[in-house]
């Protein structure tokens, strides 16, 4: 059974850095690619970044860029969004979800989400 | 950026409804459509891919059209679990966009 399993959010004043992870099972998560969206609670959804299924190719949201990266752990099967100059505006559920097909960009499988707050 | 505009933001039914929810999208985008559905306090769940392909497991009243910029979710029969918010999301080009969602609540 495939899950997708984040952790990694919390509570961090304007300014601070944090780590999410998304812990897979079920698939490898190396050959596919994967995404991170976003979503305000009550508003709607948001991409943030996508990494290709070899690293070799990572996007990212302008909003984000510069500031978050996106990478993978392959002997651990994990999914990472290390986000620094965190603002208030990036307050939100971070879900990490999986690419249906390479390069179709719908995504089959969705973890939980876990919520950042950025406040002081 | 392609924008994604769905319409109406709400909606009002009841069980046994038929219900079109609609996507349009600022330029062309071929088929390259996808509909979720999210219910409270969940993660999206993918219904519909390249514009009117049902993805597995989900319940054949549930169908999507259109190709180009405008598209439609169909909901042939309205169920109690259908009661949930639906976002169409382009695939077209980066980056990716969604639509603001439509909720359909309980008349």
């Known amino acids: 059974e495939v899950q997708l399993v984040e952790s990694g959010g919390g509570l961090i004043q304007p300014g601070g850095s944090l780590r999410l992870s998304c812990a897979a099972s079920g698939f490898t998560l190396s050959t596919y690619w994967m995404h991170w969206v976003r979503q305000v609670p009550g508003k709607g959804l948001v991409w943030v970044a996508r990494?290709?299924?070899?690293?070799?190719?990572?996007i990212y949201a302008d909003s984000v860029k510069g500031r978050f990266t996106i990478s993978r752990d392959t002997a651990k099967n994990t999914l990472y969004l290390q986000m620094h100059s965190l603002r208030a505006e990036d307050t939100a559920i971070y879900y990490c979800?999986?690419?249906?097909?390479?390069?179709?960009?719908?995504?089959?499988?969705w973890g939980q989400g876990t919520l950042v707050t950025v406040s002081s | 950026d392609i924008q994604v505009t769905q319409s109406p933001s709400s909606v009002s039914a009841s069980v046994g409804d038929r219900v079109t929810i609609t996507c349009r999208a600022s330029q062309d985008v071929s088929n390259c459509i996808a509909w979720y559905q999210q219910r409270p306090g969940k993660a999206p769940k993918l219904l519909i891919y390249d514009a009117s392909n049902l993805q597995g497991g989900v319940p054949s009243r549930f169908s999507g059209s259109g190709s180009g910029s405008n598209f439609i979710l169909t909901i042939s029969s309205l169920q109690p679990e259908d009661f949930a918010t639906y976002y169409c999301q382009q695939t077209h080009s980066f980056p990716l966009t969604f639509g603001g969602g439509t909720r359909v609540e309980i008349k």
């Open positions: 990494i290709s299924e070899d690293e070799s190719g990572t």
């Open positions: 979800a999986r690419d249906r097909r390479a390069n179709n960009f719908d995504f089959d499988y």
